[in-house]
């Protein structure tokens, strides 16, 4: 279960970031709020906080 989290926001991740002409002027805000996401659940993954 917790892979699949882990792998899920990868995916978002890798998605939001800024590839395509409309999107170049949202900056690096998708992708760092969902890095900063991902870097939470991977050190409370890893301190053993989450119950997965």
């Known amino acids: 279960m917790g892979l699949i989290i882990i ?30 996401i991902l870097i939470i659940v991977i050190i409370l993954w890893l301190m053993g906080r989450l119950p997965f």
Do not use: D, E, K, Q
């Open 7 to 36: 792998v899920i926001l990868v995916l978002l991740l890798i998605g939001a970031l800024p590839t395509f002409p409309y999107s170049r002027n949202w900056g690096y805000g998708p992708g760092g709020v969902l890095g900063l």
